[in-house]
């Protein structure tokens, strides 16, 4: 295969450190990194100085938040992204959609691959024990392993055969009256990434092949043409998040044989749904659970929303299933 057309596997022999470029495998010197969270974002929000929480318990910063990245990927591959991104997103909602959406996937992809990388290097530290440690989880290290593959689309020219990696809903909200412009959550089990830049909440899981945008396709055509309140933004996330939860199956991913006069690398990707069920059965009480910490600053708790246990309560359906114009937060009637 064509050198520039080879994939890097830092899973297989767990390459990760300070001196090992986290895109190409590149030896580096230590000074060369690059912002999980990109400068313009930070910026632009404030939030170089926000808390952030990782998994063994410790607080950092936004920006220290870094990973080690050679300066050839670092000026031909991540600044190039992020100047398409930070103009998409000074056009809100409207530009943010009209994104390539495999540009937004890696853009989404390298700030929650960038926080696993952290965890991972933390990990490697021998005076570090985490409780916790990904490394140590199997069928985690797949998920990260397959996501990794199509995640260097960033530096390796690739196309996806039939499939987006990612579902990635881009949603409209009314944030005019929240205190923050800016939100940020991931999960590193269910593969889940949303952030909110004023107007515009992205909600992504990164690695179904867009199983949960069908699955949510009729929840996901109201939503769209919509402007939502942040109550109603809130429950959508959550049920993205239970989505993902319950998401059963790791998508794999392998590069056709290339041709030596080919220069793009062409993915084809395998779902086993023949032995699996796609997604494992939804609960009523665990997905109640999952809103109510949604809903915990409008003060809703997993009972209000289970009063009624065969019908959750919603912000954005009526029993009946009619969109929610004006919704009224429980209690405050
Ligand atoms: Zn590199």
Redesign the pocket.
Known sequence: MQQHLALFDPFEKMQFGYRT?F????TITQDQVTQVFPEWLMQEYDITERPLQMLDQSVVQFKDLQVP??R??QTQYIQPLEEQVQAAAQQGVAGLRALEPKLLFQWLGKMFYGTLINELIKEQDPLIKPEYAVSEQPKMLMKFQSFFKVLQSL?VPMTFADFLPGSIFVVDVDAAAEPSRFEFRDDLTTMMISLRLDNAMIVCCLLDNELLKRAMRRVWAEVEPRKLQPIQAAEFSARVFYGAYLLNVIPDYLPRQAKPQDEVLVMDSLIDDVTDVIFNPWENSAYAKMLALSWARWGVTQADILKDPEAPISMLFTPAGEFVEFPEVPGQA
């Open positions: 470029c895109l190409c495998g590149n990245c050679c050839r990927c530096r």
